[in-house]
Structure formats: structure tokens, C-alpha cells
């Protein structure tokens, strides 16, 4: 079965950070592009940032450039993102997400996501 | 950055009924980059459709995308209850992805 289990989520002061990461399996990680999505409680979704397969190119969202770092680790099968200098509005549930293999560019594989909670 | 807007905010049918969802650019989408989720209360999204009109996998062909330049619209022909969720558009550009900000679909 494939599977993408997001974990480091918790509270954290505004200021702090924290790191999460995406274990996978079931698939052969490397071949994959991946990506981070959040949601606000009540809200949509927003994506966060990507990373190619090679862990080169990642992207961000221009909410968290300057403050989170995507990574990947190819032969751990996993996923991270470190995330420093955390606001009110960081608070989300935050999903780790496959790409298709096919550059469509969807999203075919998610976690059950990890919750964020940003508060004094 | 593209903006797409999602229309219908809540759309509340019977089962049975066919559902249309809306979704427009704030300018072109390439078709190929085009995807819809669907969302249940608590759980995580599902790819629905990419390419603007291929299912994914064990999607049922109730499911059904189409559309292209600024606007693209996802139909749910003969809904059931189990249809109820919130749906999402998105598209991907320049390395950037962007999500609509959703339409509640509520079976009555």
C-alpha cells in the first residue's frame, strides 16, 4: 500500500519553530515529486512548497518563502519541512502530498496531515 | 499568482440529481495542470480529476472534468449521499501551485 505519515507537529510559540516529516512507502520515493499543503481550521487549502525528485528547484509560497525550508531525504524515503520564525496564521493541519508520475501536476497521494498549532 | 475562484460557495441537491461546480482563472490555465479534490469532513483530500478531464484511479465516471483557458468545471452526474464533501479546483504554473477556496456540496 502506498503511504505518506506526516509527523512534528505541536504547539510552538509565535517565533519558534519546528520541523515535520513525511515517511513513506509503497512507492519508490525518488521517482516522485512532493509537496506540502496546509489548512487553517475552517478553511481551504493552501499549498505550502514543492520539491523536485532530485531535492533541487524547491518552491514556496510566497506566505512562507524566507521561513520554511523543504527537503527530502532519498534513501530514508522522506519528506521535510523546517519551518522557523512561525505566526498566528501558520496554524494548520499541514499534509504531505505525492505529485503524479505523468507531469499533470495533481496531487494523487496524501497524508492524513499533521497538526501545527502556533500560540502564546 | 493565478487565482482561481470557485463558484458555487454551497450547493445543496438530492440524490440522484447532477451537481456542476465552476472554477475561473484569474487567467489562462494550461488544461494539462488542471485537478479537482474532493474533501470529507476529517479526512484528507482525494485527487478527483487531473488534466482537466482524466479520472484518477477508482474515481467512478459519475465523476466528469472539462474545460479549458480561464474556466473549468467538474459535473456529478446521478449524486449520492456519500457525495457530500467540499471540492476543490487547482492548477499548477511556473512553479507555483494554487487552490480554489472550495464549494460545499450538501446532499439534501
Given at each position: 500500500?502506498?503511504?505518506?505519515?506526516?509527523?512534528?507537529?505541536?504547539?510552538?510559540?509565535?517565533?519558534?519553530?519546528?520541523?515535520?516529516?513525511?515517511?513513506?512507502?509503497?512507492?519508490?520515493?525518488?521517482?516522485?515529486?512532493?509537496?506540502?499543503v496546509?489548512?487553517?481550521?475552517?478553511?481551504?487549502l493552501?499549498w505550502?512548497?514543492?520539491?523536485?525528485?532530485?531535492?533541487?528547484?524547491?518552491?514556496?509560497?510566497?506566505?512562507?518563502?524566507?521561513?520554511?525550508?523543504?527537503?527530502?531525504?532519498?534513501?530514508?524515503?522522506?519528506?521535510?519541512?523546517?519551518?522557523?520564525?512561525?505566526?498566528?496564521?501558520?496554524?494548520?493541519?499541514?499534509?504531505?502530498a505525492?505529485?503524479?508520475?505523468?507531469?499533470?501536476y495533481a496531487m494523487?497521494?496524501?497524508?492524513?496531515?499533521?497538526?501545527?498549532?502556533?500560540?502564546? | 499568482?493565478i487565482?482561481l475562484?470557485?463558484?458555487?460557495?454551497?450547493?445543496?441537491?438530492?440524490?440522484?440529481?447532477?451537481?456542476?461546480?465552476?472554477c475561473?482563472?484569474?487567467?489562462?490555465v494550461?488544461?494539462?495542470y488542471f485537478a479537482w479534490y474532493?474533501?470529507?469532513?476529517?479526512?484528507?483530500p482525494?485527487l478527483l480529476i487531473y488534466?482537466?478531464?482524466?479520472?484518477?484511479?477508482?474515481?467512478?465516471?459519475?465523476?466528469?472534468?472539462?474545460?479549458?483557458?480561464?474556466?473549468c468545471?467538474?459535473?456529478?452526474?446521478?449524486?449520492?449521499?456519500?457525495?457530500?464533501?467540499?471540492?476543490y479546483c487547482q492548477q499548477y504554473?511556473?512553479?507555483?501551485y494554487t487552490f480554489g477556496?472550495?464549494?460545499?456540496?450538501?446532499?439534501?
Amino acid at each position: 500500500d502506498v503511504q505518506l505519515v506526516e509527523s512534528g507537529g505541536g504547539l510552538v510559540k509565535p517565533g519558534g519553530s519546528l520541523r515535520l516529516s513525511c515517511a513513506t512507502s509503497g512507492f519508490t520515493f525518488s521517482h516522485y515529486n512532493m509537496n506540502w499543503v496546509r489548512q487553517a481550521p475552517g478553511k481551504g487549502l493552501e499549498w505550502v512548497s514543492s520539491i523536485l525528485r532530485s531535492g533541487n528547484f524547491p518552491s514556496y509560497s510566497d506566505s512562507v518563502k524566507g521561513r520554511f525550508t523543504i527537503s527530502r531525504d532519498n534513501a530514508k524515503n522522506s519528506l521535510y519541512l523546517e519551518m522557523s520564525s512561525l505566526r498566528d496564521e501558520d496554524t494548520a493541519v499541514y499534509y504531505c502530498a505525492r505529485d503524479s508520475l505523468d507531469q499533470y501536476y495533481a496531487m494523487d497521494v496524501w497524508g492524513q496531515g499533521t497538526t501545527v498549532t502556533v500560540s502564546s | 499568482e493565478i487565482v482561481l475562484t470557485q463558484s458555487p460557495g454551497t450547493l445543496s441537491l438530492s440524490p440522484g440529481e447532477r451537481a456542476t461546480l465552476s472554477c475561473t482563472a484569474s487567467q489562462t490555465v494550461s488544461s494539462t495542470y488542471f485537478a479537482w479534490y474532493q474533501q470529507k469532513s476529517g479526512q484528507a483530500p482525494r485527487l478527483l480529476i487531473y488534466g482537466a478531464s482524466s479520472r484518477a484511479t477508482d474515481i467512478p465516471d459519475r465523476f466528469s472534468g472539462s474545460g479549458s483557458g480561464t474556466d473549468c468545471t467538474l459535473t456529478i452526474s446521478r449524486l449520492e449521499p456519500e457525495d457530500s464533501a467540499v471540492y476543490y479546483c487547482q492548477q499548477y504554473a511556473t512553479s507555483q501551485y494554487t487552490f480554489g477556496q472550495g464549494t460545499k456540496l450538501e446532499i439534501k
